[in-house]
């Protein structure tokens, strides 16, 4: 079978590692020049590193040696305050770490253990045709190609979405946010500690090690307007104005960070789908199922789909029954986490956010165990 995947983001290359170890013909079309590094950081989790596992131990293997795991939580005030500290206890009970990695360096382990002539860059997906036995698919740049299979794996913004579903537009949840990542040593950023600093006027920023002497920002707004800065210096004063007087490192780490080398950028979603295929087109990771950053699961969830979708192309008959099975299990897991991330979400900026952080941080409260039990213990496996 030869399936296309549009999108070389994180999603898309797992699922050419999934695809590619079950012997398949796989292509990744990407509509970048290179595959450059951006500012951001990601938090993987129990069952996002155990579907890497069952894809390619030596995936996650890499991905620990390049990252760095989180010891200790730590809430604070903006005054400086803190509020609560608590051992991250993931590896305990769920045999993985909470890992915290660049992206860049996420997105370059996952390239390299692939062909590199499968992945062709410069390909802008514009639209596809599908017919009784192939799918046809389009490029900016004037090419066409067949496939068996069309994956989009292309982003919240999905090209493959809007010609498959037609739902429109993302929706802005009301927040802005402003990522980096840095190296910048302070005695108030120890490694394997994540930081998280709040305040009661819609606003928190998130301070994590993600290895090898880095550290990655994240700030969020409640701000009605969702437009972003034309020029890399006004977003950087922007969030500079936001984060003015808070504790250090905050202010300094944002004052430190290269204007070029911070990302501002609306928090969407997109309500969740009953059905993501259509034939012989599916859909995977945000393209599939975006959600608000709140619980940090958007890439674990495309690590689940591309471990599953892997499997049930490799088991079952032909690819409408293994469409099926896929949408059939991902809907109602990732539904659960949409609707987690957004209450989560929502409330992290309210003026009691504190009491959210604190209960997060305390899984006994807020029937977090259960929650957070069979969203970390999810198992790899096609049959649960
Ligand atoms: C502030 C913030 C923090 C986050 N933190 C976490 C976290 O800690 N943990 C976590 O699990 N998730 C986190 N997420 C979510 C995570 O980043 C996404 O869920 C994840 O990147 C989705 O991967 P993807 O491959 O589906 O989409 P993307 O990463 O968006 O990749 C899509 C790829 O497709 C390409 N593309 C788009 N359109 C086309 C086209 N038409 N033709 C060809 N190529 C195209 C893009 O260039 C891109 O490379 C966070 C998100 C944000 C905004």
Same mark, same amino acid.
């Not at 989180?70 to 909470?98: D, F, N």
């Not at 996952?110 to 046809?136: R, W, Y």
């Given at each position: 079978?030869?399936?296309?995947?549009?999108?070389?983001?994180?999603?898309?290359?797992?699922?050419?590692?999934?695809?590619?170890?079950?012997?398949?013909?796989?292509?990744?079309?990407?509509?970048?020049?290179?595959?450059?590094?951006?500012?951001?950081?990601?938090?993987?989790?129990?069952?996002?590193?155990?579907?890497?596992?069952?894809?390619?131990?030596?995936? +996650?293997?890499?991905?620990?040696?390049? *990252?760095?795991? &989180?010891? #200790?939580?730590?809430?604070?005030? =903006?005054?400086?305050? !803190? @509020?609560?500290?608590?051992?991250?206890?993931?590896?305990?009970?769920?045999?993985?770490?909470?890992?915290?990695?660049?992206?860049?360096?996420?997105?370059?382990?996952?390239?390299?253990?692939?062909?590199?002539?499968?992945?062709?860059?410069?390909?802008?997906?514009?639209?596809?045709?599908?017919?009784?036995?192939?799918?046809?698919?389009?490029?900016?740049?004037?090419?066409?190609?067949?496939?068996?299979?069309?994956?989009?794996?292309?982003?919240?913004?999905? +090209?493959?979405?809007?010609?498959?579903? *037609?739902?429109? &537009?993302? #929706?802005?949840?009301?927040?802005? =946010?402003?990522?980096? !990542? @840095?190296?910048?040593?302070?005695?108030?950023?120890?490694?394997?500690?994540?930081?998280?600093?709040?305040?009661?006027?819609?606003?928190?920023?998130?301070?994590?090690?993600?290895?090898?002497?880095?550290?990655?920002?994240?700030?969020?707004?409640?701000?009605?307007?969702?437009?972003?800065?034309?020029?890399?210096?006004?977003?950087?004063?922007?969030?500079?104005?936001?984060?003015?007087?808070?504790?250090?490192?905050?202010?300094?780490?944002?004052?430190?960070?290269?204007?070029?080398?911070?990302?501002?950028?609306?928090?969407?979603?997109?309500?969740?789908?009953?059905?993501?295929?259509?034939?012989?087109?599916?859909?995977?990771?945000?393209?599939?199922?975006?959600?608000?950053?709140?619980?940090?699961?958007?890439?674990?969830?495309?690590?689940?789909?591309?471990?599953?979708?892997?499997?049930?192309?490799?088991?079952?008959?032909?690819?409408?029954?293994?469409?099926?099975?896929?949408?059939?299990?991902?809907?109602?897991?990732?539904?659960?986490?949409?609707?987690?991330?957004?209450?989560?979400?929502?409330?992290?900026?309210?003026?009691?956010?504190?009491?959210?952080?604190?209960?997060?941080?305390?899984?006994?409260?807020?029937?977090?165990?259960?929650?957070?039990?069979?969203?970390?213990?999810?198992?790899?496996?096609?049959?649960?």
């Amino acid at each position: 079978m030869n399936i296309a995947i549009i999108g070389g983001g994180i999603g898309g290359l797992a699922t050419a590692n999934a695809l590619f170890k079950k012997g398949f013909k796989v292509q990744v079309y990407e509509r970048a020049q290179a595959l450059r590094p951006i500012g951001a950081g990601l938090s993987l989790t129990p069952n996002g590193l155990n579907s890497l596992n069952a894809i390619q131990p030596a995936i +996650v293997e890499s991905i620990m040696s390049a *990252g760095s795991p &989180t010891h #200790t939580l730590t809430l604070k005030r =903006s005054t400086g305050e !803190v @509020i609560a500290s608590e051992p991250m206890t993931t590896m305990q009970q769920y045999g993985q770490p909470m890992l915290n990695i660049q992206w860049s360096k996420l997105q370059a382990i996952l390239a390299s253990t692939l062909p590199p002539e499968i992945i062709h860059l410069q390909h802008h997906c514009v639209g596809f045709e599908q017919q009784d036995n192939k799918v046809e698919v389009h490029f900016a740049n004037g090419k066409t190609v067949q496939a068996d299979l069309l994956i989009g794996a292309d982003g919240i913004n999905s +090209v493959v979405r809007q010609e498959l579903i *037609g739902d429109g &537009t993302p #929706t802005y949840a009301g927040r802005m =946010s402003w990522r980096a !990542v @840095i190296q910048y040593p302070h005695e108030q950023l120890s490694p394997n500690i994540a930081t998280l600093v709040t305040a009661s006027d819609g606003k928190n920023i998130v301070l994590i090690d993600v290895g090898e002497g880095y550290t990655f920002w994240s700030a969020g707004v409640l701000l009605a307007d969702d437009s972003v800065c034309q020029q890399a210096s006004d977003a950087k004063a922007r969030v500079l104005e936001f984060f003015a007087g808070w504790t250090e490192p905050v202010e300094a780490i944002i004052e430190a960070t290269p204007e070029e080398d911070i990302v501002e950028r609306p928090i969407w979603d997109r309500l969740p789908l009953p059905h993501w295929s259509k034939g012989r087109v599916t859909l995977l990771g945000d393209a599939a199922h975006p959600v608000v950053p709140s619980l940090g699961q958007g890439a674990n969830m495309a690590f689940e789909d591309a471990y599953e979708l892997a499997e049930y192309l490799s088991t079952a008959p032909d690819i409408e029954t293994a469409l099926n099975a896929y949408e059939n299990s991902r809907v109602p897991r990732t539904e659960v986490i949409y609707n987690r991330s957004a209450v989560r979400g929502h409330d992290s900026y309210r003026p009691d956010s504190e009491t959210t952080f604190v209960k997060m941080m305390n899984p006994s409260q807020m029937s977090q165990d259960d929650f957070q039990a069979w969203l970390y213990s999810y198992p790899p496996s096609i049959f649960h």
